[in-house]
């Protein structure tokens, strides 16, 4: 816990991304990755000098099955309010539409829902789960398809809802929240997605992942490369402000940011 607690505050200082006060939403799928930011993040409240409040907030895609109860059961050990908001995304996107490249869809959906839950209990800030691998898996993602250098930001503003969305895992690597995942027994759901560890990702994890044979320190020079170049809003240093991004370019900066992301 020590570790992935240093990591966390570490990032969230030198990106400025908590203030005094803030009731901040967490989006908990039931994925590794958004289970580790909740449970870093309840147990951060403990010390750190801005005190803030969380909210937990799981969307009910519509998948059979689902059983969120472990979730809720997790949030009440840790203190955190926990919220399952209902939605029709399983439905429009493969029953209706018969999607067949889902996943920008059905990220642009999810994001919508999950700000609208959050404005809903009054949070203005909303956590996501993107660890450093999903940093450098979404840059290599957009060079290879989209010809762009872009990534999705460690703090983004969004002047339509009045929303700042943070990213406080970007310093912990995915090996070190399974890891952490497992020695804490979080209550991890399986995806109920069709179409989960079947994307543009998994191809480019296991692209970076054959590339490191030869080139051992990849994903640390294309992650510090984000941070010298740097990209706009990825330089740390603190204070700083959230970038603030237009509606096209938030529409644009979506691409591949959450390709089969199961947080």
Not at 117 to 129: F, H, P, S
Not at 177 to 182: A, D, K, P, Q, R
Not at 220 to 236: T, V
Request: hydrophobic fraction near 35%.
């Amino acid at each position: 816990m020590q570790k992935m607690l240093s990591s966390l505050r570490r990032c969230i200082d030198e990106y400025n991304m908590i203030s005094q006060g803030d009731n901040i939403a967490i989006g908990v799928s039931g994925g590794k990755d958004s289970l580790a930011l909740l449970a870093t993040l309840a147990e951060l409240r403990r010390f750190y000098p801005k005190k803030y409040s969380l909210q937990a907030i799981t969307l009910d895609m519509g998948y059979e099955n689902a059983d969120f109860t472990p979730i809720a059961e997790f949030c009440r050990k840790i203190d955190v309010p926990y919220t399952v908001k209902k939605t029709q995304i399983k439905q429009v996107i493969f029953d209706i539409r018969h999607e067949k490249n889902p996943c920008a869809l059905c990220a642009k959906m999810r994001r919508g829902s999950l700000n609208d839950a959050a404005l809903e209990l009054g949070c203005k800030k909303v956590a996501l789960g993107h660890h450093f691998d999903d940093a450098v898996e979404t840059f290599m993602l957009s060079l290879f398809y989209e010809g762009r250098i872009s990534c999705f930001l460690p703090v983004t503003y969004l002047d339509r809802t009045d929303i700042t969305v943070i990213r406080p895992m970007l310093y912990m690597t995915e090996r070190e929240v399974i890891n952490f995942s497992n020695r804490q027994r979080l209550p991890v759901c399986k995806s109920g997605c069709p179409v989960d560890k079947n994307t543009k990702r998994e191809d480019m994890k296991s692209l970076i992942k054959n590339l490191e044979h030869d080139y051992h320190d990849l994903r640390n020079h294309i992650f510090g490369a984000m941070q010298r170049y740097p990209l706009p809003g990825w330089q740390p240093g603190n204070p700083r402000q959230a970038y603030a991004l237009t509606q096209k370019e938030q529409e644009d900066k979506a691409g591949y940011a959450q390709d089969g992301q199961h947080q």
